[in-house]
């Protein structure tokens, strides 16, 4: 396992390729999700088992049943709660999930049942964060409640745009939990996230578009109805944009550029 002066990069994955490729650009760990183009929702049963099988890495898998906000229903509870146990079966090395309430807070409650649920792997909670109303009273009740990290661009576009407020909520962290900036992260910003935030884990897609095999195409429909949203292009986590990323990351430490 390639690490970066005890720094963790976690990749944001949508396939078994990508998965593949986050090991060979060095990563630590993944986070599987399916529908990226939503924000990611929760991954079929196949996909986990599959990923589980080609890489040796950590994987973490997000439980989210749907786009849209992160109001959970009391069904949606109950098929979170089931997804969770289908991971943990599967082999899932952490899960990411968590819940708000209509009124911009953490939804404790539902919040509680999804990490006891996933004991004794290590939670996540997502970028759910980010739409709080008050982070830091967010950040004290999810340490209170036993989160493991938190993933944030520090309620910004970006995580460079939020580094202020991500190097504030790791300092009023104190150790207690991990503040895991992402969104946006590149290698040409990686270096000046670092300088500002000084976070020991980070969190990225690293993706690149691809084209389709098709020959054949029909490019007057667009099958989810949503016009923008390319038919026949892949996207897929790229080995030597993760490495650049990496690369880039050890220079920031090590106080100089390295050649990309």
Request: proline fraction near 4%; charge should be negative; hydrophobic fraction near 40%.
């Amino acid at each position: 396992m390639n690490t970066c002066d005890n720094m963790n990069f976690e990749i944001c994955i949508d396939s078994v390729q990508s998965a593949i490729n986050a090991q060979l650009g060095g990563a630590q760990r993944v986070e599987l999700c399916d529908n990226l183009f939503e924000g990611g929702t929760t991954p079929s049963a196949g996909m986990i088992k599959q990923v589980r099988k080609a890489i040796d890495i950590q994987l973490f898998v997000i439980i989210r049943p749907r786009g849209g906000d992160f109001l959970v229903s009391p069904d949606e509870l109950e098929v979170m709660l089931e997804d969770i146990r289908i991971a943990k079966d599967l082999g899932a090395d952490g899960i990411v999930s968590g819940a708000l309430t209509a009124d911009g807070n953490i939804d404790l409650e539902t919040t509680d049942k999804l990490i006891k649920a996933a004991n004794p792997l290590p939670f996540t909670f997502h970028r759910a964060f980010d739409m709080c109303k008050d982070a830091f009273l967010a950040l004290e009740q999810l340490i209170n409640l036993g989160v493991t990290r938190i993933l944030t661009s520090g309620q910004q576009p970006n995580a460079l745009s939020g580094a202020d407020t991500i190097k504030e909520l790791i300092n009023k962290a104190a150790d207690k939990i991990i503040i895991m900036p992402g969104a946006g992260i590149n290698p040409d910003n990686i270096k000046s996230l670092i300088e500002k935030t000084g976070s020991k884990e980070y969190h990225f897609s690293g993706r690149k578009q691809f084209s389709s095999g098709m020959i054949y195409k029909n490019t007057m429909i667009n099958m989810g109805g949503i016009p923008g949203i390319p038919e026949y292009s892949l996207f897929y986590s790229d080995v030597n944009i993760i490495k650049s990323v990496i690369r880039n990351a050890k220079a920031a430490i090590h106080g100089k550029e390295e050649t990309k």
